[in-house]
C-alpha cells in the first residue's frame, strides 16, 4: 500500500513511524517488546491492543517479528459506505475516486474522497458533540450542534474541496506524500451554519490575524499530547460568506470519514483548511503555527526550483487558493467509443470563477469551447460540456483546459516541488474508436 509520506517529520504515518525504529514503535503502539534477535511477542495490553484492532484473537502472535504491521489494517471495511474509491493508504486511511464517478453535478457521499491525516475519534454523537470558540474572541463560548441549529441561520451550499496534493502522482521526479492521481476532488452539498456568523456572535477582537482549527482525531502516534493536524487561514476568508460549520452532507448526516458529526468546509483552498470532526476554532494575533502549518507543509517555493534543489524554508509560502483546473468526468480513460462523442466534466478556481472550459482531440492543435455552466453558488464548481466528432478509426485523445476569471489558463504543465502540490496540468483521456 502507497505510504502517506507528505506529514513532516514529528508526525510520521503508522509505516514511517515503524520503519525509523521497529522496537521502540512496538514498545509505544502496542506496549509490545521484543528479543534480541529482533522477534517480537504480544504480551498484557499490548497484545489486547493489537487483537482488538485487528478484531480477532491472535494464536500465533509469538512469531510475529518487531515492527509487524498487520495487513487487516488494510481491510477495505475502513471503506463502507463508500462506493468505488480507490485505497491509497490505510493509517491514515486515504482513498480517491476513479475521475469516471464524479460525473454527477453533486458528489454523491459515497463518492467523495477521504483525505486522513489521523485517526478517527471512535465517538461521534451529534447530541453530545461540543464546540469550543475563543482565543481573541470577546465571549467565548462553547455550543452544541443543537445550539448552533437554532442560534444561526442554517444554510445549504455546493461547495468544492481538492486536497493540495491532488495530481501528485504525475511529478517526475515523484514527489513525496500520497499517490494521488485525478480524484481528491469532490464537491458534495453542505449544510451548517457560516463561521463568520459564528465568529462574530463571539465577538472577533480588532488585532486577530488567523483562525486556529482543532479536530477530534488522534495523532498516529496516539501521543495524547500531540495533534495530527491544526490549520488555519486567515481572519479574512474565515469572514467570507461560503466558509461553513457543517453538520450535514447532501441531505443527511456527514460520513464518519468525512468528518462527521462537525466540520468545517472551506472551499477553493486546500481541503486541510477543512478541519475535520471539528472541536475547537480559537483566533489568534499571528499566522497559525499548528502541526503542518509551518515548514514545508502546504507550502510551495515562491519560485521556480529544479529537481532536487535546496530551498530555504524562509522562501516557502502558504498555500491559500487552488489553481484553475478541470476534469473530464465522461468518457472514462481508455474506453472505445464512436465517433460522436459527448464530453463532459467540471471546472473550479479557488476563489475565483471559471469563465471558459476548451476541448482538443487533436493534441492541442486545434480546440473547441465547451458549454460551462455558472457554478450552483460560490464555491461550487462548474459543469461543462461539449460534443465532438472523431473523424476515423484510430487512437485519440482528448484534453481539457479551463480559463477562470482573471485570465489564467490551466497549463499542459506546471513547475516541479518535492512536496507534489498544486498540480493542475491539463487532465487527458485516451479513446480508442474502432
Known sequence: MPMDKSSPSNAPDLHEFFAADPLAADYIFFGRKAYADRRGFLRGAG?????????????????????????????????????????????PINAETPPHLLDDSITPTPRHFIRNN???????????????????????MTLSIADLQSMFEIVTMALAIECGGNGRAFFNPPARGNQW???????????GVRLKDVLEAAGVQPNVVYTAHVGGDAHLSRQPDKLPI????????????NVLIAFGQNGGP?????????????????????????????????VHDGPKMTGTSYRVPRYKIEPGEKVDKKDFVIIERMPVKSLITHPANGVEAGRAVEVRGHAWSGDRTVTAVDVSYDFGATWM????????NDGAWQNF???????????????????????????????????????????RVALRVS
Not at 50 to 69: E, K, L
Not at 74 to 80: G, R
Not at 120 to 126: G, M
Open 47 to 91: 497484545l489486547a491492543a493489537m487483537a482488538a484492532m485487528v478484531g480477532a484473537a491472535i494464536p500465533f502472535h509469538r512469531n510475529m517479528p518487531a515492527g509487524f504491521i498487520p495487513a487487516a489494517f488494510a481491510d477495505e471495511n475502513v471503506l463502507v459506505g463508500k462506493n468505488g474509491l480507490t485505497l491509497l493508504n490505510d493509517r
Open 230 to 241: 491544526s490549520r488555519g487561514v486567515p481572519i479574512a476568508k474565515a469572514m467570507t460568506d
Open 369 to 376: 469551447s465547451a458549454t460551462l455552466d455558472a457554478p450552483a
Open 118 to 140: 489521523g485517526i478517527p475519534p471512535s465517538e461521534v454523537a451529534a447530541d453530545t458533540w461540543t464546540l469550543t470558540v475563543d482565543g481573541l474572541v470577546h465571549r467565548p
Open 254 to 286: 456527514i460520513h464518519p470519514m468525512n468528518g462527521a458529526p462537525l466540520r468545517l468546509v472551506v472551499p477553493g483552498w486546500p481541503g486541510s483548511c477543512s478541519q475535520k470532526w471539528l472541536r475547537r476554532i480559537y483566533l489568534r494575533e499571528v
Open 385 to 427: 460540456r461539449a460534443n465532438v466528432v472523431l473523424p476515423a478509426a484510430g487512437y485519440y485523445e482528448v484534453w481539457a483546459r479551463a480559463t477562470d476569471s482573471a485570465g489564467v489558463m490551466q497549463p499542459h504543465a506546471i513547475d516541479w516541488n518535492a512536496k507534489g502540490y498544486l498540480n493542475n496540468t491539463m487532465h
Open 181 to 191: 492521481t485525478y480524484g481528491a476532488i469532490a464537491c458534495s452539498e453542505w449544510t
